[in-house]
């Protein structure tokens, strides 16, 4: 049932629904036909699902953005949901918000598009005139995929700025912000302003497409619903409620669903019974003597109390309300604060990531340390009826105090079954208060450490009366350092008190070396740390009140809370003067951009149901390295909807496959290599069917050895994959012998997972005849997915056809994992002869695909007293999984990038791809480069730190040159280097920014600024295939062998043959890629210029023959075979003369490279480690650009994706090699606050690139290791707090640089008291693969 164009009542449609289980998500959009809202993690992190729902109520009628992943479709009974489907067509009309994302160039991959589009449709609904941060909190919980995947403007742009810039709107008027963008376009010589896109072209706002809240929705009422296996009942009043809980002592409350939702589908916990109290009035109370809040009040209903009482209060009452607050903006996304409960957190008593540490949040803290009262009402005390007296609920309920008590373990209250909990109450009191939380990224993520501290003190004195310090994330639930504060009471605060506080406070807050969570040596630093802030911002106080000195000014800073800076952005091109309709070169939208704003675009799991299709869900091992003894499916076999389980005895063909060695197999049949190894699958009616039947089915193991998980324990075995590749140029024997230093270090890069927001999908479906079968794949090697499927299906490659419409982020993670699953799901669509699907939900995705390969190398570096590096030694491991892979070829590129951009006379390296039982790392934007760049730089900026020598100074004078050589003996011609160098230099305003830097060091103790400038060098070289068809109405069809993942090939595929043709681009269509129309292709990486390459060469020949007139003047009844014959040509194509020998040191690896340089601003903060990114200045010489917009796209979100790589991202596994990291809940990609908050992308001016396709270059790789700057940025912060210890030169800073790592290099008294364990004393929770 809708009500206008999906704007669904979902109370109403349920009823109807076929399988109204409680777990349905509203974002699986399969059920409802609509395909807008995507699936990106289904636990609440990435925003991708974000629905708008409008709920009357009683006090608060209000539309709310909310994670329909996480919303039971019972839940939104009496709500109107609106999805991105409902606000806007391309048919019909846009929304302005989906207008102007995909006219600004907002949307790539487009997957995270309908999500962001839906945070600001529900911003705007409630509030018409948001201000800037009021935009930043509504995206807080929407993973921008195009920050992380193909570049684009990060959403910080798109969203923010570039939806919100553009001339009033009469609905809207806060939209007319202005927006810094600077864009510079050069006819001739004359710079004029010339936008990425025109703010004139927007539509204004129809009122007509704002749907309104249907009136039928105002009176809530109760629901009774039963589910395959749970009954959710809604009870209208408080009495109903203790009625029921009463009878159904073991039911689960829910409200938010956010806690309760994730343990159903990730730890497979069953609540067959749900009370849902979201519209009992008593339970959405508040109350204002002191402040009380009912049970059911969301997150975002407290912070607006709590924001109203700070207004109208004064300062001393509202201590504490602050500090909720300010723990409020930390907590979660809007989409979750929009619906959790404060009084579920509470009850929780534990954050909800599931390794996480901390045992609450500080705003629990805060309760407990302030007597805060909860209320509990007693079910028990009612009569077991469903007409319930109100004599017993006047019997009153039980009030408790949040003290440290009331959490008697981990996970649990001291709330009876029967209990629930009313409302809570929030002091308005208490003078000396501070909260803290510190968690790996700032916004929405579990925190590691959170506190909350307090002190009264003597009247009129500094002596200590009271103290409470409490500590989560240093044991299983909130603990009290009560030793501490009892042994402070009575002292004065001072110098001696800190010193005796943090040498007992290191003693109470101990941790076991192993235990859960990890970092330990950080969090049991952390809570010295945050003791002193409470410390300083304490006495900074009590120094205004006249009772104690005033804090030194250089420490005031770590006293200051954090708060954003409103970003700006510059984006400067160049557009060469050419004919008007030529739309080479210009800023063109990507071509699906609007059918993406709308949710219109296909992706492959929205292909719609074939009527006997069938779901797959995976069997995996839990053991890293196995002998399988059975595998028993006998109860799976008999579990509702189950159809066949699928094991390798039921492989037609090959089981042998591997998409680049045949060292793999389909199925696992006698060993498991790895945990994820894929075993088996089940089939069923449904995926929830198959996943439930899947976890029935029981492998039994037997262990074997070794198991080797990290690259150390490959070294210990010798397990590398053959042949090791060494690269050497001239005599480093004789250079370190010249040399005038020699230095030697070592250096860690952790791996990176794709994080591409659609997973891993398969639709394979049989054809019925010869063997044939179709399937539809998100994929970016259709090929190479036909060649191994046809392997296993034992069939001609002739009988498979692989398409591929469109993918939701690729970045090398579907190059080649993609076919474990393709294969799998071919086989048994084979099999059962009927159409299968499998779209992997992100845990699972996470858990068997692999990422891009950790690195640990050993250099040893020669070098002059100028600086000038004559000798080079490096060597690299990397940890290439259970199988090969593309390992080999990874290596490779990590040989020919290990000098990056210096030009050094003697050089040797060698790579060792180690053998381990993880699943198979593969690639990854950038293929080894950056891990074999980020060596290179570690080893100048030793140098440049051993001879005290500025590291710019030490990098500029070691650049390469015109007519340099590699150590692969390859001349650089056309270098443009120097050119990017000196230009980066300018714009960014080195010199004036590196003595501001200085001068804030010399200022500030606590908190440090660095600043580094980094070059790039990438090596390109690649093959394409293409294929035009025109017809005789005139239009032209496109194929070629690229796949679109967001990057914008079609786009620019369109862009050449226009110019080529001489027709304009709405003359040209891309379909899709399909092995059927392009056979044979290379998989699609970061070169869409060699793709482009491949359509010039097919359509430009086109041009001048008779087609112009067929286009111009279309004529169907064309037939003559002579006439038609020239309008189809199709060209495959090889760079010329490419080959390189290691053997001999000859030939040329690459065709041509494309340069970089960025310079990024830092500020740390060195007692927690939260780094800041202040400023990036990019230069890239990209040739001249196909299209500006697209590239800027590239450079900004490859930029921001090595910014995750090197300084957040982080996979944990455990010793035995289990990924604890599965999902974006404990893996953090970066969120909109870690775009440098002032950001300039530059491409170079006149710099024509003759080796490729209208003088352009590829751009979606080599950007993205320019993010390492603001890695060197952070290390030259550290290394200005190692000074303040009397610490210098040289030290070793692993990738990427979290907190934890920054923390534990800026050495200082409080890290001195928390030494670490000695390794091999201990086994550790998570180990360093
Ligand atoms: C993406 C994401 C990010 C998160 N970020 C954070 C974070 O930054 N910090 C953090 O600490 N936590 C975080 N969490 C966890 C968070 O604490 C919970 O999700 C939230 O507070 C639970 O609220 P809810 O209403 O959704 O709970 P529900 O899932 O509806 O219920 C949670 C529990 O509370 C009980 N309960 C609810 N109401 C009552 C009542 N009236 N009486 C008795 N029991 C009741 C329920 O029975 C259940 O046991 C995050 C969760 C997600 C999914
Ligand atoms: S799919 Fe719902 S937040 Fe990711």
Same mark, same amino acid.
């Given at each position: 049932h ?12 349920a ?6 289980q ?13 395909t ?7 636990e609440?992190?990435?925003g991708?699902?974000?629905?708008m ?5 009683p006090?608060?009628?209000?539309h709310?953005?909310?994670?329909s ?28 918000v989906?207008?102007r994302i ?23 609904r ?7 941060v ?10 921008d995929?195009?920050?992380?995947t193909?570049?684009?403007f ?5 969203g ?6 553009f ?33 004139a ?54 409200v938010g669903n ?51 009482a700070?207004?109208?209060?004064p300062t ?12 409020l903006?930390?907590?979660a ?15 929780c ?21 302030y ?5 509990l ?5 009612f009569?077991?009826s ?20 009331f ?9 009876t079954p ?19 939380k ?23 004195t ?9 500590y989560?994330g240093?044991?299983a ?7 501490t ?10 110098e ?13 807050m ?11 040596t950080?969090?049991r ?15 900074r ?15 005031v800073s ?8 409103t970003?700006?952005?510059?984006q ?62 006998s ?35 006698h ?10 699958? *089940? &089939? @069923? ?5 198959a #996943? !439930? ?8 193991? $037997? /262990? ?46 952790g ?25 539809f794949v998100?994929t ?11 392997k ?21 993670g579907?190059?080649?994992r993609?076919t474990?699953?393709?294969? *799998? &799901? @071919? ?5 059962? #002869? !009927? ?8 845990? $699972? /995705? ?12 050993q ?6 007293k ?14 290439a ?27 040797w ?8 039982n ?11 480069g ?28 070691n ?9 692969y ?16 230099? $300018? ?12 001068q ?10 660095g ?30 062998g ?8 079609h786009?620019?595929?369109v862009?050449v ?5 001489d027709?304009p ?8 890629t ?13 070169y ?26 279309p ?11 020239p ?6 194509l090889r760079?010329?003369?490419?080959g390189y ?8 690896a690459?065709?041509?490279?494309t ?6 601003e830092v500020e ?5 480690g939260?780094n ?18 697209l590239d800027?796209g590239?450079v ?7 910014v995750g790589?090197f300084?957040?991202?982080?996979l ?12 974006p ?6 969120a ?11 491409l ?14 590829a ?13 060197f940025?952070i290390k ?7 000074a ?19 923390r ?10 928390c030494p670490p ?12 693969v």
């Open positions: 809708r009500c206008g164009p999906n704007v669904l009542y979902p109370s109403v449609y009823s109807s629904f076929h399988d109204p409680y777990q349905k998500p509203l974002a699986d959009d399969q059920w409802l036909g609509l807008g809202t995507k699936l990106g993690c289904a609440g992190g990435c991708a699902c974000t629905v729902i409008s709920k009357y109520h006090h608060l009628g209000r709310h953005s909310v994670n992943c996480l919303a039971p479709v019972c839940s939104l009974h009496h709500c109107a949901v609106t999805t991105v489907e409902g606000i806007g067509s391309v048919a019909g009309k846009l929304h302005p989906q207008e995909a006219m600004s160039h907002g949307s790539q991959c487009g997957f995270c598009t309908p999500g962001i589009v839906m945070s600001m449709y529900a911003l705007l409630n509030n018409p005139t948001p201000r800037m009021d935009i930043e909190e509504a995206f807080q919980g929407n993973t995929t195009h920050q992380h193909q570049g684009t990060t959403v910080r742009f798109i923010l700025q570039n939806v919100c810039s001339p009033k709107c009469s609905r809207y008027p806060g939209w007319e912000f202005q927006v810094n963008v600077l864009t510079v376009c050069c006819q001739g010589n004359i710079l004029l302003p010339a936008p990425l896109y025109n703010p072209d927007f539509q204004p706002l129809d009122p007509t497409q704002e749907i309104i809240f249907p009136p039928e929705l105002m009176s809530p009422t109760r629901l009774s619903f039963m589910g395959e296996r749970v009954l959710w009942l809604q009870p209208a009043s408080l009495d109903e409620l203790l009625d029921l809980k009463a009878r159904y002592p073991n039911a689960k409350l829910v956010t806690e309760v939702g994730i343990e159903m589908k990730f730890k497979n916990l069953l609540y067959p019974v749900i009370l849902a109290p979201s519209y009992i009035p008593e339970l959405n109370t508040i109350e204002h003597t002191d402040l009380v809040f009912g049970a059911s009040c969301s997150l975002t209903v407290l912070g607006d109390v709590l924001k109203t700070v207004a109208s209060l001393h009452q509202t201590g504490v309300l602050i500090a909720v607050l300010e723990q903006r930390w907590f996304g809007l989409q979750i604060r929009n619906v959790a409960v404060f009084f579920s957190m509470l009850t008593s534990f954050c909800t990531s599931t390794h996480a540490l901390s045992v609450s949040l500080s705003i629990s803290l805060i309760i407990c340390l007597p805060s009262s909860l209320s009402f007693s079910a028990s005390r009569p077991c469903f007409s319930l007296s109100l004599l017993d609920f006047l019997a009153g309920p039980r009030v408790v105090v949040m003290d440290e008590n959490f008697p373990g981990y996970r649990r209250t001291i709330l029967e209990e629930i909990l009313l409302s809570v109450l929030i002091p308005y009191t208490v003078k000396y208060f501070a909260a803290y510190q968690s790996p990224r700032r916004e929405d993520d579990i925190s590691i450490v959170t506190s909350g501290m307090s002190v009264t003190f003597a009247e009129g500094a002596v200590v009366k009271e103290m409470a310090l409490s989560g240093m044991a639930t909130t603990v009290l350092a009560k030793y504060a009892s042994g402070l009471l009575g002292k004065q605060w001072g001696e008190l800190l010193q005796d506080a943090c040498a007992s406070l290191a003693k109470e101990t941790l076991h070396p192993s235990a859960p969570g990890g970092m330990v950080y969090r630093a952390l809570t010295l740390s945050l003791f002193y802030k409470f410390y300083l911002t304490v006495q106080k009590l120094a205004a009140e006249g009772v104690c000195v005033e804090v030194r000014a250089d420490y770590a006293t200051e809370i954090y708060h954003q800076n970003a700006s952005s510059v400067i091109f160049q557009v060469k003067g050419q004919k008007e309709e030529d739309v080479v070169g210009r800023p063109m939208m990507h071509l699906s951009a609007m059918k993406q704003a709308t949710g219109e675009a296909i992706y492959c799991d929205d292909i719609p149901l074939y009527e006997n299709e069938l779901h797959l869900c995976l069997i995996t091992s839990t053991k890293a390295h196995a002998r399988i003894l059975s595998i028993d499916t109860e799976a076999d008999v579990m509702p909807g189950v159809v066949t389980c699928v094991l390798a005895k039921d492989i037609p063909g090959s089981n042998v496959t591997g998409p680049a060695f045949y060292d793999e197999t389909v199925l696992a049949d060993t498991v290599t790895c945990v994820g190894h894929i075993i088996g699958a *089940v &089939v @069923a009616d449904t995926q929830a069917h #996943k !439930r039947a899947a976890s029935a089915v029981k492998v039994s193991y $037997e /262990d074997l050895q070794p198991v080797i998980i990290t690259i150390q324990d490959a070294i210990t075995h010798q397990s590398f994959y053959q042949p090791i590749r060494t690269l050497q140029r001239g005599d480093t024997k004789q250079g370190f012998t010249q040399a005038d230093h020699v230095l030697e270090g070592e250096i860690y890069m791996g990176q997972e794709h994080f591409y927001l659609e997973t891993n999908a398969t639709v394979a479906v049989p054809k019925g005849e010869d063997g044939e079968m179709e399937l998100s970016q090697a259709p090929a190479k997915t036909q060649a191994l499927v046809a296993a299906l034992g069939v001609p490659a002739n009988r498979v056809v692989v398409r591929v419409k469109r993918m939701g982020g690729g970045f090398g579907k190059e080649s993609s474990i699953l393709s294969t *799998v &799901v @071919a086989v048994a669509a084979h099999k059962l #002869k !009927r159409p299968v699907r499998c779209m992997l939900d992100r845990d $699972e /995705d996470m858990l068997v695909t692999g990422g891009r390969h950790p690195f640990y190398g250099y040893k570096v020669g070098y002059m100028s600086g000038k590096v004559v000798a080079l030694k490096v060597t690299f491991y990397s940890n999984g259970n199988s090969m892979d593309l390992s080999f070829s990874i290596m490779e590129r990590a040989l020919f990038h290990m000098e990056n951009s210096y030009n050094i006379a003697n050089v390296g060698r790579g060792y791809p180690c053998k381990t993880l699943p198979s790392n593969t690639a990854f934007r950038g293929f080894g950056p891990q074999g760049m980020l060596v290179a730089e570690s080893w100048i900026n030793d140098v440049a730190q051993s001879l005290g020598l500025p590291t710019e100074q030490v990098r500029r004078l650049l390469y040159k015109q007519g340099d050589t590699t150590p003996s390859q001349i650089l011609e056309h270098i443009t280097l120097d050119r990017c160098w000196d230009e980066c230099l $300018e714009t960014a305003h080195y010199k004036q920014r590196r003595a501001a830097v200085d804030y060091n010399r200022n500030h103790r606590w908190t440090k600024r600043l580094a400038i980094v070059p790039t060098k990438f090596g390109i070289s690649f093959t394409a295939a293409a294929l035009v068809h025109i017809y005789t109405d005139g239009s032209v069809l496109l194929t070629h690229g796949t679109e993942m967001g990057q914008g090939l786009t620019k595929m862009q043959a226009s110019r080529c043709l027709i681009t709405s003359k040209i269509h891309i379909t899709e399909s092995t059927s129309t392009v056979p044979n292709t290379s998989p699609t990486l970061g869409n210029v060699a793709k482009c390459n491949a359509m010039h060469s097919v359509a430009n020949p086109l041009l001048g023959r008779q087609h112009p007139d067929i286009i111009l003047n004529d169907p009844n064309l037939t003559l075979v002579a006439h038609l014959m309008l189809f040509r199709r060209a495959f760079t010329p003369d490419l020998d290691f053997e001999t040191n000859a030939g040329r690459f065709n041509y490279f340069y970089g340089v960025a310079c990024s740390i903060d060195c007692l927690t939260s800041t990114n202040l400023h990036t200045t990019i230069v890239m010489d990209v040739g001249n650009s196909l299209n500006p917009a800027i590239q900004e979100g490859g930029f921001i994706q090595g790589l300084t957040l991202e982080e944990k596994y455990s010793p035995q090699g289990y990924l604890f990291t599965r999902g809940g404990m893996y953090k990609i970066p909109f606050g870690d775009i440098p908050t002032d950001l300039t992308v530059s170079l001016r006149d710099a024509p690139n003759q080796k490729a396709i209208f003088s352009s270059k751009v979606g790789e080599p950007p993205l290791f320019l993010a390492a700057s603001v890695f940025a030259d912060a550290i290394t200005a707090a190692r303040e210890s009397g610490l210098s030169g040289p030290f070793r800073l692993d990738s990427p640089a979290t907190p934890e790592r920054i534990n290099a800026c050495e200082d008294r409080f890290t001195k008291m364990a000695l390794p091999g004393t201990f086994t550790p929770w998570a180990v360093t």
